[in-house]
Each structure stands twice: as C-alpha cells, then as structure tokens.
C-alpha cells in the first residue's frame, strides 16, 4: 500500500460521496473516512466507497490521527470531505515527496464565477506562508516523529502540523490542483470570510470556526 488518503468527516452527506468518486480506485490506494459525531447518512454514503472508522466526538485532529496511526500507506494524504482530487494529484504528490515531506496542492474553485477564481487564485499565492488548501500530505514517518496533530487545538491544526513537520524537512506545494467547494464563501460572503482568514493567520483569536453543512 502506497498511499493512505485520511477523510475526516462530520455531517458531510451533501459533499463526501462526490470527494471519494474523485480518488482513483487502484489497489496501492487505501481510503479512510472517519466519521466523528456524524448524525446524517454520512457513513452510510462513505461505506460503499472507503473503509469507515467512528468516532464519537467531533474533533477534527483526532480523526485525522486515528486514520493515519490505522494506516498502511509510506505517503499520507490528509483529505477535506468535500475537496475533490484531479486527475494527476497523487502523482504530483508523489513526485513532490522526493524532496520534501509534508506539503499541500494548490487549488481551484468548483464554481465558474469569475469571483470565486480571483479568491482562489489569490489563496494559491499565500500558501507558501505555509497555508493548506483543503489537502495536506506527508510521509508516515514524519507524522510517527511529530505525533500527528495537536488534539489540544480547535483550530489552525493544519498549520501547527505543518510548523512541526518543517524541522524534519521542506514543505512542498505540488505541481497540481485540487477542487475547493464554495459553500463557505457562498454561505457568509466571499469579502467577509476571506477577510476573517487573513485576520485570523496575523493575529489569531480563540473564536471557533462555524461549520458550514
């Protein structure tokens, strides 16, 4: 087994059948859906396509461990459950991953509005800070080396794994896209939450992300 891609997922029936229908089904390629606090069909939908782990509680740094330590991939890819991969992203990854271990993709919107491909276009620009885009991936030993994700944050998780990872090699961003939903930005305005992001990576606050669904 090559590559482990790591599905976190609370309450995502609209979105997550459309993610796992965009992974190649090869037999080097393992899926994970960890479905914690899910109260919808979301397990039911995941099961016809991925192994499934439950998860009582919603935490989204605790599903992505759970999924990567009942891995069997060398390369971890850890998936958004409505981010959808393209036709080269795992082999972008992997040749990524000669020269780095942990890195992101850049990304694309899944709307045609020409607003949406500005935002995203703009966000392809600060991922070096380093930002993630709905996407990370790793080597499995570096995530053995840094424990995986802080448990204790409810928030920039991504990042403080990322931060962690670099002390072990280079961050990369793959040559290849992956396809960002919109419902955040359809769903509060596309000003006032790329607003709050960019305040949120200067000076970050305790305040919570609300779920979109």
């Known amino acids: 087994m090559k590559f482990s891609i790591i599905i976190p997922a609370y309450n995502e029936e609209k979105y997550i059948e459309n993610t796992l229908k965009s992974i190649p089904k090869r037999d080097n390629i393992e899926i994970i859906t960890v479905c914690n606090g899910c109260t919808d069909n979301t397990e039911k939908i995941a099961s016809k396509y991925s192994e499934i782990i439950l998860q009582k509680e919603k935490q989204v740094s605790k599903a992505r461990n759970i999924g990567a330590i009942s891995s069997k991939g060398s390369i971890i890819i850890f998936l958004d459950a409505d981010t959808l991969l393209t036709q080269n992203t795992l082999k972008e990854i992997?040749?990524?991953?000669?020269?780095?271990?942990?890195?992101?993709?850049?990304?694309?919107?899944?709307?045609?509005?020409?607003?949406?491909?500005?935002?995203?276009?703009?966000?392809?620009?600060?991922?070096?800070?380093?930002?993630?885009?709905?996407?990370?991936?790793?080597?499995?030993?570096?995530?053995?080396?840094?424990?995986?994700?802080?448990?204790?944050?409810?928030?920039?998780?991504?990042?403080?794994f990322v931060r962690r990872a670099k002390h072990y090699g280079k961050f990369s961003i793959a040559n290849t896209y992956i396809i960002n939903s919109m419902r955040r930005f359809e769903s509060r305005g596309i000003f006032k939450t790329a607003f709050f992001w960019i305040k949120e990576t200067i000076k970050p606050t305790k305040k919570e992300y609300d779920s979109v669904r």
Do not use: H, R
């Open 94 to 160: 992997e040749l990524s991953l000669k020269n780095s271990v942990i890195g992101t993709c850049k990304v694309k919107p899944d709307s045609q509005k020409l607003k949406y491909k500005i935002a995203m276009s703009f966000k392809n620009l600060l991922l070096w800070l380093p930002w993630t885009s709905g996407i990370i991936y790793c080597t499995k030993d570096v995530f053995k080396k840094t424990n995986g994700f802080n448990e204790n944050l409810t928030k920039k998780e991504d990042k403080d």
